[in-house]
């Protein structure tokens, strides 16, 4: 049966209902830190659902509180009041070792510094969420490489992060998220530390996943122009969601890169970083 649970708009209107199930919720989650003796409110009663199958954008700037909602939803940080519901179950209350344990199997993260170990090969960078889930080694092998393949990096398995270029990084990263098959993949800025190039790669593969294989994916970004990659996108301001709404115009990243190539072409060869 279709959940038919509906998101504010702007100015109240109704982003649409959910056309699959409910995958993420936060419920009137606040976040208060305390800082030198004075509580600081970082969001202040946020209520959203992330519907399964779905690429969603929560944009905001720096200190509206994006990054505190992710580290909530993501499960690490626990929210001063509300409840946040993995897959239907709440978590909010957990114990660390559980939490650590719905973590790794139902949530993917991609984060702005990719986050590999130097010194450690691509596979064995992909391999870490399977080490710590207790998997055996020659399983944890095939499907690091599977995820590689799956991320166009097949012939990249045994090189270091020094090897490879700032999008290629970022796809071991993606890889890194997806090989435990998470209900949902959470992007924090995964553009932030590219060239536009690879980062119009890193939004296309995004793209990709969602579209093809059903991927759920939450992006955080400050950047309106990666917010319209996305299906909806939710905009946050000083702790409290302002406006949650459909893309209409939104940006294809294979049609951008095809104009890029195409400018190229009508350009003469040009340098860069390789696929």
Do not use: W
Not at 27 to 38: H, I, N, P, W
Not at 124 to 131: K, M
Not at 240 to 252: A, G, K, Q
């Amino acid at each position: 049966m279709e959940n038919d649970t509906t998101r504010p708009g702007e100015d109240g209107a109704s982003a649409g209902p959910c056309r699959a199930d409910v995958v993420l919720e936060a419920k009137g989650v606040t976040k208060t830190y305390e800082l030198d003796g004075v509580e600081v409110r970082a969001l202040c009663g946020v209520d959203l659902q992330v519907c399964g199958g779905e690429m969603l954008a929560i944009m905001g700037p720096s200190g509206s509180g994006k990054s505190t909602l992710m580290h909530i939803v993501g499960l690490l940080d626990r929210p001063t009041e509300g409840t946040v519901t993995i897959d239907g179950v709440d978590v909010s209350r957990m114990e660390p070792n559980e939490l650590a344990a719905v973590r790794n199997k139902r949530i993917g993260f991609v984060f702005q510094s990719f986050n590999l170990l130097a010194r450690t090969t691509a596979t064995a960078n992909v391999e870490l969420p399977l080490v710590y889930a207790g998997v055996p080694a020659a399983e944890r092998a095939r499907r690091a490489r599977e995820a590689l393949e799956r991320v166009g990096l097949g012939e990249r398995l045994l090189h270091m992060p020094n090897q490879l270029s700032g999008g290629q990084q970022q796809r071991v990263a993606i890889a890194r998220a997806l090989v435990t098959e998470p209900s949902i993949v959470l992007a924090d800025e995964p553009t932030g530390n590219l060239d536009s190039r690879s980062g119009i790669e890193v939004m296309a593969f995004l793209q990709q996943l969602n579209r093809e294989e059903g991927v759920t994916i939450v992006i955080v970004t400050h950047d309106a122009n990666v917010a319209r990659h996305a299906q909806r996108v939710v905009e946050i301001k000083d702790g409290r969601i302002v406006n949650d709404f459909r893309v209409e115009d939104r940006i294809d990243a294979e049609a951008e890169l095809a104009a890029l190539e195409g400018a190229s072409a009508a350009s003469g060869p040009q340098g860069g970083e390789g696929r």
